[in-house]
């Protein structure tokens, strides 16, 4: 089946520093990834919709100048959380559609983000 | 802007007792997705419905998407500690774009 990947799972940083993320699609092409954030025992909040070779739509109430997300390829897309603050820790998670089939969605497993 | 609705938040069952969760969408759906997550774990795909009226089943898991499709259920049958979990339901509007998760339903079984 469709396998997403994300990395780091788990990341520690101090306030001020910035931290990226990386979703990749192992073995299809995803045009579109979207980021979602969650926090402890909530539920999924979309943060944005990455589309491949241009700007990424963003959530109503979504900093995009604090959550910078680049899609430069077919199977990769980035988030970055600049200038980090403690509020900014969360459960972070990616996920992709396979186009080709509008198929659900598959999911990275997530990267647990401190900021201390 | 679309909001998609979940009940209950929370559910304690006895291991064999029956489980439902409900789901609604503030507007009519493309498709519905059920997923679970485990604790500390991501969610997972559990099924996909896209026809009005639509039931499917898997195992002890049945799933019905609403004839107006706008709403939706789970049930599941004689529950066990493997179903231990939340469940969320995530519905797709026309534009076949963004998914928005509903805020899930916590299933606690006690053995």
Known sequence: GAVVSQHPSRVICK????????CRS???QATTMFWYRQFPKKSLMLMATSNEGSKATYEQGVEKD??????????????????????????????????RYN?????????????? | ?????????????????????YCNSSTTLSNIQWYKQRPGGHPVFLIQLVKSGEVKKQKRLTFQFGE????????????QTTDVGTYFCAGQGTSYDKVIFGPGTSLSVIP
Do not use: W
């Open chain 1, 26 to 28: 192992l073995d299809f």
């Open chain 1, 15 to 22: 306030s001020g520093t910035s931290v990226k993320i990386e």
């Open chain 2, 68 to 79: 107006a499709k706008k709403n939706s259920s789970l049930h599941i049958t004689a529950t």
């Open chain 1, 103 to 116: 198929s659900p969605l598959h999911f990275g497993n997530g990267t647990r983000l401190t900021v201390t």
């Open chain 1, 66 to 99: 604090k959550f910078l997300i680049n899609h430069a390829s077919l199977t990769l897309s980035t988030l970055t959380v600049t200038s980090a603050h403690p509020e900014d820790s969360s459960f972070y998670i990616c996920s992709a559609r396979d186009t």
């Open chain 2, 1 to 21: 802007g679309q909001q998609v609705m979940q009940i209950p938040q929370y559910q304690h069952v006895q291991e064999g007792e029956d489980f439902t969760t």
